[in-house]
């Protein structure tokens, strides 16, 4: 009997030990989901606030001419002297056949920039991709703004016109002590370790946008408002 009581307690130990690391490790699991899908549901609530500002007609207009959309929900700019910026976005780009949105891949967006500067800056941004080259671009590990790719800042205002040839044009909206976000000189990468939370595995913006080989479908309300846009 002794030895039955031990051999039960003996499992019984490992069964509140198996519970125990359970209870500590899925929690942690699903906090990174949750950050990942906060950010998908905040680049969903910019976008429309975007299509439904008075001063981004032109953006709206153009939007039929974008290979793909880098949404920042928030771009934090802050300084003495010295500044820098950066913030976290999702790409998703259009099937130029079907005309769907792809599943959203996640990068970074971060710059310095020397120059007497006081103040801080939170900014919504969307980077309209124009050109097949910049969504190659936006596949590799990372990459210059300005330098890989051309960029400039659309016009905003319902009477404004552009006729901007470059790889990518800029849209923001801001708060703070600073006129407006540059974004000249930025560098944009991939989150490799999001796209992996988000999607259950490892995978590339190459995977999520081309190959399709991912999904999530907390994605769901974000590429639909993009696809009713077009409509």
Not at 12 to 27: D, E, K, N, Q, R
Not at 44 to 54: G, H, K
Not at 143 to 154: H, Q, Y
Not at 197 to 213: E, H
Request: overall charge positive; aromatic content about 10%.
């Amino acid at each position: 009997m002794k030895k039955k009581y031990i051999i039960r307690s003996f499992f019984f130990c490992i069964a509140i030990i198996t519970v125990g690391m359970l209870v500590f490790v899925i929690p942690t699991k699903a906090e990174v989901a949750v950050e990942q899908q906060g950010l998908v549901d905040k680049a969903r609530i910019t976008f429309q606030s975007f299509m439904v500002d008075e001063h981004m007609a032109w953006f709206r207009e153009d939007l039929h001419k974008a290979k793909g959309l880098l949404i920042v929900p928030s771009l934090l700019k802050a300084g003495f002297v010295l500044g820098g910026s950066g913030g976290s976005g999702v790409l998703l780009v259009r099937d130029a056949e079907t005309g769907r949105w792809s599943q959203p891949a996640f990068y970074t967006i971060g710059s310095v920039t020397l120059g007497f500067q006081i103040g801080g800056e939170a900014a919504e941004v969307i980077m309209m991709v124009r050109t097949q080259k910049a969504v190659y671009k936006l596949l590799t590990s990372s990459f210059k703004l300005g330098a890989d790719a051309s960029i400039a800042a659309g016009p905003i205002g319902g009477g404004a016109k552009s006729n901007v040839m470059v790889d990518i044009v800029s849209y923001t909206r801001s708060k703070g002590a600073y006129a407006g976000i540059s974004l000249e000189g930025a560098v944009i990468a991939m989150r490799d370790k999001w796209n992996k939370a988000y999607y259950g595995k490892a995978v590339t913006p190459f995977d999520i946008l081309v190959k399709s080989s991912a999904s999530n479908l907390g994605s769901g309300e974000l590429r639909e408002a993009l696809s009713n846009a077009f409509k």
